[in-house]
């Protein structure tokens, strides 16, 4: 038998729920004889994995470990050299991650590597490295980069001096509340520079939530820093990017060359040996969640990042979530203020003021009116100025449901619980949850009616309705379907930027982050459906989306009238609408607050959905009351609450059925024993008989959608 101290630990990507989420034991590679030094933790190997040969990280040994027989244990094939060891402060966040959203750690671990890292070989990636640029760890002349302290700063509003003044002289998490467009991103770019003056090899990361953010931050942050770091100093990371392009930001961050890392929430498990700030821009924003796999939260991970590494975190909105909020009503989080656009304060300079916000009731306008003559009215006026308009409709495609007028026939989707969208551009039925598209019909699939009609409206129609009624203007449609294609995002957002679009009509993605100079008309064409939401968070979301769509408008201090936000909705007299005009988002989360705190929801209590996918509803069901009877007794004496199974909203998608089963406690840490205890009995029902036709089932800690 090896003696414990000459076996290697590592940490592989093993299937989920295999019960294999330790790390497993190896014994070196050949050629490391027992006179060679041991590896370190953190260490990149590949090792065997059933038939296949997968890639690893060293970690310390377990305690308490059970050691196979010595037949089998395997010999791990080879290192990964000419790479650092990942640090002891990577391998602590994986491992938090792991055990919080109750997940194998090798899963985490390796999910965060860049894709070549985790295909090549030994040989295949010393060739593709050769490839690239030579990385050095620290810049051979570092006086360079205090020479950053003579970059030209702007001139800084007093609330922009203030709020910079407190991140020097406290220590966070911080919670930037800043209306939109205040100035939040030069606080950003301006802490970077202090940073990097004081600490000439320090790293900051820089989070946004989705891939359409990047460019333009990045842009911004290039053009600060590239011409005194270079271009290496400045890398993004974020899945649309080719994995050689992920390799080669993955190596400059690991290195210790990229000073600044933007990116998406993947980029919270970016290897930085030198990390010193974090910011998380729009940090309410549920893009931070991750919805497959180990579903974590980057935000809360980026907190616990900072405090684990000593790294000041940043965490800036206009809307907070009340959960970050909550923490800094209590002290957790400091709070700082911006609640004014720049040139508000300056004497001689044209103020910046927030958008006027109106509403439209459409329970007066004319029966069947989508958009309200006056709107129309408005917009026309906007455009005859040079002005922008943008329209948000958060719905895309052409109509939701295509639908036969003569018998019963509507478009579902023969795979999902959902009905497919229909596409006009290409005359396709489309299921948004399954991907299964077909061309419409020529004639009613139930009876032979020709005359098929559309229910529901989306953005495709939208810009046809409003080409009808605006002719002569330029109108444009951004959504996930128009930016479908490499560089449609950047050319649509650089003709709006150019001027060469009157009216912009789009979805969510046009609503939060951009800086369009010229928009100072925005309109919420039918935002109601959030208002009676079963959802509980339904309402953060609404006032979220169009708080953040009205600080589109009014960005430039060169136009003459003030911005307006048109909200047209039925129930005018709504207190989400009451605060919206008034831009108070104060008044708003505190009325949420007391809501949620009465009704004992989050952030006043905790919970985790335990789902199950099989082929039937009744499977998935049987699983989870199973799994309730097996954890009663625990969830009893852990004061834990373990609601009814009940189906997803849609829930079947792809064919497969799902149900979802609500755990809920009044404390963190019972939530987090009951479910760790809880791990072993699920594994066990998984594998028994009776529940083969669970195909997975799953835990989602701090979920978003209940």
Sequence with gaps: MDPVDTLLFVLVATPAHSGLGM???????????????????????????????????VVPRPEHVELPATDRIRTASAVLEGLAPLSAHWLALVQFAAGYYQRAAGEIALAALPPPLRELDGIQLDRRLKKFIKIKEFPDNPSQYSAIHKVAKPLHTAEQQAVLAQI?????????????????????????????????????????????????????FRARFEPILGAQAVVAMHSAMTPPQRLQSWLAAHQGSARIVLGTRLAVFASMPHLRLIIVDEEHDPSYKQTEGARYSARDLAVWRGRNESARVILGSATPSLESWQHALTGRYTR????????????????????????????????????????????????????????????????????????????????????????????????????????????????GNVDLQTVGRGTEWLEEHLTELLGGLRIARMDADSTRRQGELERGLAQVHAGEVDVLVGT?????????????????????????????????????????????????????????????????????????????????AALQLTDRQQAGLPPFSFQALLRADARTQEAAQQFLQAAAQAGSALAESERVSLYPAVPLGVQRVANIERAQMLIESASRPALQRFMAAWQPDLLHLRQSAEHKAVVRWLLDVDPLLI
Aim: charged share 20%; net charge positive; proline share 9%.
């Design 508 to 588: 969510q993605m046009i609503a939060k982050g951009h800086d369009f100079r010229h928009v100072t008309l925005v309109a919420a064409i039918n935002p109601d459906g959030g208002l009676f939401s079963s959802d509980f968070r339904a309402p953060e979301r609404l006032f979220s989306l169009l708080l953040q769509a009205a600080g589109r408008a009014g960005r430039s201090a060169d136009h003459v009238a003030q911005a307006e936000v048109w909200i047209q909705t039925q129930h005018p007299q709504h207190p989400l609408f009451a605060a919206l005009k008034k831009h108070d988002f104060p008044g708003f």
């Design 168 to 220: 020097t002289a406290q220590t966070g998490p911080f919670l930037l509340f800043g209306a939109t467009g205040s100035g939040k991103t030069e606080v950003y770019l301006q802490t970077v520079q202090d940073l990097l003056t004081a600490d000439p090899r320090a790293q900051a990361l820089v989070m946004v939530p989705e891939i359409n953010l990047t460019p333009q931050l990045e842009a911004r």
């Design 23 to 57: 790390a497993l034991p190896y014994r070196a590679p050949r050629g490391t004889g027992t006179a060679a030094p041991p590896l370190s933790s953190g260490t990149l190997i590949r090792v065997p994995l059933g038939k296949r040969e997968t890639l690893g990280v």
């Design 336 to 447: 700082l203020e911006m609640t004014h656009r720049p040139g508000t304060e300056l004497i001689g300079v044209r103020p910046q003021l927030l958008p006027l916000v109106r509403t439209v009731d459409m329970t007066r306008q004319p029966a069947r009116t989508i958009i309200a003559p006056p709107l129309l009215a408005a917009i026309r006026e906007r455009a005859e100025r040079s002005e922008q308009s943008l329209l948000l409709l958060n719905r895309r495609g052409y109509a939701p449901v295509l639908a036969c007028g003569a018998c019963e026939w509507k478009s579902e989707c023969p795979h999902c619980s959902a009905y497919r969208v229909f596409h006009k551009i290409d005359r396709s039925l489309r299921c948004h949850h399954c991907g299964h598209t077909e061309p419409v019909p020529r004639a009613c699939p139930g009876c």
